[in-house]
């Protein structure tokens, strides 16, 4: 079972857009795919068109130790794709769990015992893929997605500030990995909403992979007017219109993040996917995030 978080502190880079998309071509691959809404604005939830009745398991639920994930897990209209829905209680939870012990390994504990317990049942893990779509904030919620995990997924947008908030991120993750969790590992990052024609976003995906050769998709995201809309009807991009440019890109996306499984993996009983790459330290892109073009550059070519 790959666990996978979807992290930026910044918000409208593309993580709740790439958590649903690359999750639905996933599963239109065969495998199933869990997606963990950790968002208290619930965008995922509302994307694929779900609301929790109240009362009903949501994440907020899992985190207080009130439901398991089992509970908590529902369909989609995508075969092969589940979702942990939430809602605006989960915009409490930081508060409510700051006194609470072990309180950045809630999730992970939660999820480990829905994997065990779904093994012993069963004979497999619950699913292959479990995604966790993070608020843009590195606080609480995100910092039990990343204990939760060993992969992380960066979703960037290639713009000017997009080095300089790196560089916290990088601190943060180094922190969980010396604190909580060795093993976590920036296994993908993902150009998002990016436009080749652009100049600017051209030089700051370069710049992007100078710092981190080996974990940058070669497959981009593109910014393409559907994968906004999709959203508005429920649906996934492969739903609404999988012609699309952006139906494509996440079917491309998704061939690569299949082509990272090891031998035998996904498969019942997995910990996770070895480190296979080196990520680079957090003081080493603090120290070169320079503006990657002098400014006043024209951002789009003639
Ligand atoms: P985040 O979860 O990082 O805050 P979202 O995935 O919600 O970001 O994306 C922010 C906004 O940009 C949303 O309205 C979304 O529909 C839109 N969006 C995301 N990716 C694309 C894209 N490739 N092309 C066009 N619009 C996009
Ligand atoms: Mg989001």
């Known amino acids: 079972m790959r666990r996978i978080a979807l992290i930026n502190q910044k918000g409208g880079v593309g993580k709740t857009t790439t958590a649903v998309n690359l999750g639905a071509a996933l599963a239109e691959t065969g495998r199933r ?3 963990f809404d ?3 604005q619930a965008n995922l939830s509302i994307h694929l068109g779900l609301q929790p009745e109240p009362g009903a398991a949501t994440t907020y639920r899992v985190l207080l130790g009130e439901a398991g994930v089992a509970d908590a897990v529902v369909p989609t209209a995508t075969e092969g794709l589940f979702v942990v829905p939430t809602d ?3 915009s409490g939870a930081e508060l409510e769990l700051a006194g609470a012990f072990g309180r950045e390994t809630i999730l992970r504990d939660a999820v480990a015992r829905w994997e065990r317990e779904h093994l012993e049942a069963h004979g497999e ?3 292959d893929y479990v995604l966790f779509d993070c608020p843009p904030s590195l606080g609480l919620l995100s910092v039990n997605a990343l204990a939760a ?3 992380i997924f960066l979703a960037v947008q290639t713009q000017f500030f997009a080095l300089q908030g790196l560089s916290k991120l990088l601190e943060i993750v180094d922190l969980v990995k010396s604190r909580l969790h060795p093993e976590l590992e920036i296994t993908g990052i993902v150009a998002c909403l990016y436009d080749s024609r652009q100049r600017l976003a051209r030089e700051v995906l370069a710049e992007i992979r100078k710092h981190f ?3 940058v998709f070669r497959s981009t995201i593109q910014t393409n007017v559907k994968l906004a809309e999709a959203p508005s009807f429920g649906q996934s991009i492969l739903q609404y219109a999988p012609g699309s440019p952006g139906a494509r890109d996440y079917r491309a996306l998704a061939r690569e993040v299949l082509a990272q499984e090891r031998p035998g993996e996904p498969s019942a009983g997995e910990s996770g996917a070895e480190p296979t790459v080196e990520v680079t330290p957090a003081k080493a892109i603090a120290s070169s995030a320079v503006p990657p073009v002098p400014p ?3 951002a ?3």
Do not use: H, K, R, Y
């Open 33 to 35: 795919v869990v997606l």
């Open 296 to 298: 006043g550059t024209p």
């Open 149 to 151: 995990t060993e992969e």
């Open 213 to 215: 050769p080996t974990q």
């Open 300 to 302: 789009v070519d003639e």
């Open 88 to 90: 605006i209680d989960l």
């Open 125 to 127: 893990a619950p699913a």
């Open 38 to 40: 950790l968002d208290p």
